[in-house]
């Protein structure tokens, strides 16, 4: 059974940074792509950033230039890395792998940034 594990949420000031990551347990057969999605309080969860298997990497509008997705393939692990923290930022963050048969989600991770 494939589990996806994030981590690294926190709370951080506005200007500050965070990394998250999030690791699949157990093999996942043809992934298409990796991404994180986030949620706010009282919004609709909304794609912040994707990396296909290809290696194209598209963000929201609202993190270009401060967030940057990568991933280690031999660890089936995506990372978001965070910088320029914004308190607007602050949502559930949710990592989601998509492959040829199924879509995996993980269970969230929360990142609280102070004004």
């Known amino acids: 059974q494939v589990q996806l594990v994030e981590s690294g949420g926190g709370l951080v000031q506005a200007g500050g940074s965070l990394r998250l990551s999030c690791a699949a347990s157990?093999?996942?057969?043809?992934?298409?792509?990796m991404a994180w999605y986030r949620q706010a309080p009282g919004k609709e969860r909304e794609l912040v950033a994707v990396?296909?298997?290809?290696?194209?990497?598209n963000y929201a509008d609202s993190v270009k230039g401060r967030f940057t997705i990568s991933r280690d393939n031999a660890k089936n692990t995506v990372y978001l890395q965070m910088n320029g923290l914004k308190p607007e930022d602050t949502a559930v963050y949710y990592c989601?792998?998509?492959?040829?048969?199924?879509?995996?989600w993980g269970q969230g991770t929360q990142v609280t940034v102070s004004s």
């Open positions: 989601s792998v998509s492959s040829v048969l199924h879509n995996y």
């Open positions: 157990g093999s996942i057969f043809g992934i298409t792509a």
């Open positions: 990396i296909t298997s290809g290696g194209t990497k």
